[in-house]
């Protein structure tokens, strides 16, 4: 060894055997912060900062005047404590300076990065805020409260992203893709019908799912005059509103302030909010502010020491850590605390370990029992978690009160989503009837199911119905216009809408709980892209004038919520009640299922109700069960108090199209 060398490595030995750094076998054997104070906490008198990062050999606070810019104002040398904690008390009031730490370890400076756990942040999150929250309360947000529920199947979740709702010309808002746009009331498109808001309301959904609105990574908020545009699954800063969303990103206060507004005027008309969350990767690795103030921790690595990818992003993160898991709970209870939020969705659940989704289901619902928790319950890529430990749609039935996505009846309805020419049960596909009556009784276990025959599930998954979240479309793929377009080259408009009707038909009145993709119900088109995440507005946007081009199918959609929403048949809280009041009828055909929900099930006012789904291109003839019925649904209205006379012995059911009769 060359003698500089030699010296420099004799220098690294010693201060390594000087400092008071702790050793570590490796990253399970960090200890765990116990108590709930990381991050700031705020009085006039004093400011004190708490992180968490056991193996480093310094830590520094910096103090900054703005959220951006050349602006230091000073920085000082944390305090290592008991539990890997850092901390340091700034005398003086902070409040309104922004602040980053800096981590040394293994002899090198790392680089500046904002709070883990920062509430606030600076434009493009590269400073945390230090803020006074109740400062950020709007005007009678102490009196806010959630929207009535009695149980989670009374959801019907409506999925939207903040820009997509508001940025056409045709909207009729004035805060046009941003947060308060959706605070606005009496909006209406160029004919005169509602937009926004007194959309959502008329629509009549009680949830609306939020694409990722926590500060995330893609959209440059320091060049906001620019089209700019992202779903947000690239995550930055998991406790902050995304900025571009606010109408001032550079004052950490804005965008804290118009998200409760929006939250609250939602509240005030009846509808809950759920937000999109994405604990399972971060937007960078290697730089990301996990890996820079406590490398490697929070990722989960293979064997070799690389990092794993089950999220097909380029990491996923560790939530069976403790650190990381006592992160996530946190997370959400300040979500729910702070800005109201009534649930959760979460993208690639079946990353994270079900202890861990346990866990925060338990937390959530200590705070408030009606708050609902689901997620996508598959993965992108190999974990080295085994499966039996990981949040997967199989492993639904094990966890408690957390509910999974039914992509068996999504692609039984319209073709696989990695097929873009198949074909399902709307659209004359072969061999989906089993998977679709799984759906029908939301993946419980049901005497009539045929599981050898279920698409993608060998056994019912769902504990319970409220477990289950029937769909057919989503901001992921085609929107199903353009899907059943692309697989049905040769058909009409005409025949595409009574397609894309019978669709959802199937997912409102299928147990369980339904999802809606914003804009289905004017058969919203992205042009046939499939993947629009980073696609201009021109693809992503809700184009209003096709309200008014398709106000008839907005009319059906509205009315099977409605049906829905007033018959509790539809909507049974508990397996047993399934099992005993539904009944699928013997008819055959492979694209015609008929069933029946008898004896006024889950105490509704209709003593039966027969549902008829015709997925063929021809009419079909049945029977009627004994006695008088009512058409009340016919593919083209739905009228409660039913459509002509009414029907015994037999009846016919045009191709492509549901019935829907009652009996008093």
Sequence with gaps: MKPLLRLAALFFLFMTACDNTPQYDGLEDYPVYEASDLGFSYDKAATTFKMWSPAAQEVKLNIYASGNGDNLQSSFQMKRGNQGEWSFKLTGDQRNKYYTYQVRQNGAWLQEKPDLYAVAVGVNGQRSMIVELDETDPVGWQNDSRPALENYTDIILYELHIRDMSIHETSGAKNKGKYLALTEEGTKSPNGLTTGLDHIKELGVTHVHLLPTFDHKSIDETRLEEAQYNWGYDPLNYNVPEGSFSTDPFDGRTRIKEFKEMVQAFHKNGIRVILDVVYNHTGQTEDSNFNQLVPDYFYRQKADGSYSDASACGNETASERLMMRKYMVESVKHWVNEYHLDGFRFDLMGIHDMETMNDISEAVRAIDPSIFVYGEGWKAGDSPLPNDQLALKANTYKMEKVSAFSDDLRDGLKGSVFEHEERGFVSQGGSMKESIKFGIVASTQHPQIDYKAVNYSSAPWASEPSQTINYVSCHDNHTLFDRLSISNPEAS?????????????????????????????????????ENSYNLPDEINQIVWTRKEQYEDVFNYYKGLIALRKNHPAFRMPETEMIQSNLEFLDI???????????????????????????????????????????????????????????????????????????QD
């Design 588 to 662: 055959p055909g492979d694209n015609f299922i008929a069933y029946q929900i008898k004896d006024n099930a889950n105490g509704d006012s209709w003593k039966q109700i027969l549902v008829l789904l015709n997925g063929s291109d021809l009419n079909k003839t049945i029977a009627l069960p004994i006695g008088s019925w009512k058409l009340i649904g016919n593919g083209e209205i739905i009228e409660e108090n039913g459509i002509g006379r009414s029907r015994t012995g037999g009846i016919t059911i045009p191709a492509m199209t549901a019935f829907i009769l009652s």
């Design 493 to 529: 408009e005409k025949e595409l809408i009574k397609m894309h009707k019978l669709a959802e038909t199937i997912v409102l009145t299928s147990q369980g709980v339904p999802f809606i993709h914003a804009g289905m119900e004017m058969l919203r088109t992205k042009n046939g892209e």
